[in-house]
């Protein structure tokens, strides 16, 4: 089946600092790519689609200008969040779909402490 | 808005015994229904979908079936392993959205673990 890596599987980052988080499709291609985050014991919370090329588009009380998404291919996103602090500390997951296809193939997620 | 409820665990079972994990659902449309499976260190895996109503998913022996009266869309297994030790998330997507092949946004339960012992 479809595989979806991400790097790095956990990160710890000083309060203030940026981290980038890779999304790679490896064997399709990803022509539109979702990004969440998962808190403890909570379910997935979908943050920002983005569709290859284009600018992502952002939920409802998603800040865009502290999770800068970008899709410049069609195997890779990142995310970077911006000047972190702990509140951010959480579980990001990637998910990346083809086009005309239904199914979304999920990253393993990447773990995010902010010290 | 959309919502998914489902049982929390972990749920611990012998190895053989039967599973059900319940999911409730809030909708306004006619939402496609799923289950996603994370094993230990993976990505989520679609397990199983329903696309309307009475329709049953099944695949390596979990069941579901779409249930509108009662908004509800059940995880069952007669007989569990040990490989089957995971999170389970149950999920729905807005039927009309999928169906168009376009954006479709998939709103997930908060999961539960099962942990199969021998």
């Known amino acids: 089946g479809a595989v979806v890596s991400q790097h790095p599987s956990w990160v710890i980052c000083k309060s203030g600092t940026s981290v980038k988080i890779e999304c790679r499709s490896l064997d399709f291609q990803a022509t539109t790519m979702f990004w969440y985050r998962q808190f403890p014991k909570q379910s997935l919370m979908l943050m920002a689609t983005?569709?290859?090329?284009?600018?992502?588009?952002?939920e409802q009380g998603v800040e865009k200008d502290k999770f800068l998404i970008n899709h410049a291919s069609l195997t890779l996103s990142t995310l970077t969040v911006t000047s972190a602090h702990p509140e951010d500390s959480s579980f990001y997951i990637c998910s990346a779909k083809d086009r005309g296809l239904f199914e979304q193939y999920f990253g393993p997620g990447t773990r995010l402490t902010v010290t | 808005g959309d919502s998914v409820t489902q049982m929390e665990g972990p749920v611990t079972l012998s190895e053989e015994a039967f599973l059900t994990i319940n999911c409730t659902y809030t909708a306004t449309g006619y939402p496609s229904l799923f289950w996603y499976v994370q094993y230990p260190g993976e990505g989520l895996q679609l397990l199983l979908k329903?696309?309307?109503?009475?329709d049953k998913g099944s695949n390596k022996g979990f069941e579901a079936t779409y249930r509108k009266e009662t908004t509800s869309f059940h995880l069952e297994k007669g007989s569990v392993q040990v490989s089957d030790s995971a999170v389970y998330f149950c999920?729905?997507?807005?039927?009309?959205?999928?169906?168009?092949?376009?954006?479709?946004?998939?709103?997930f339960g908060t999961g539960t673990k099962l942990q199969v012992i021998p």
């Open positions: 329903a696309t309307k109503a009475d």
């Open positions: 999920a729905l997507s807005d039927s009309e959205i999928f169906h168009s092949g376009g954006y479709q946004k998939v709103t």
């Open positions: 983005s569709n290859e090329g284009s600018k992502a588009t952002y």
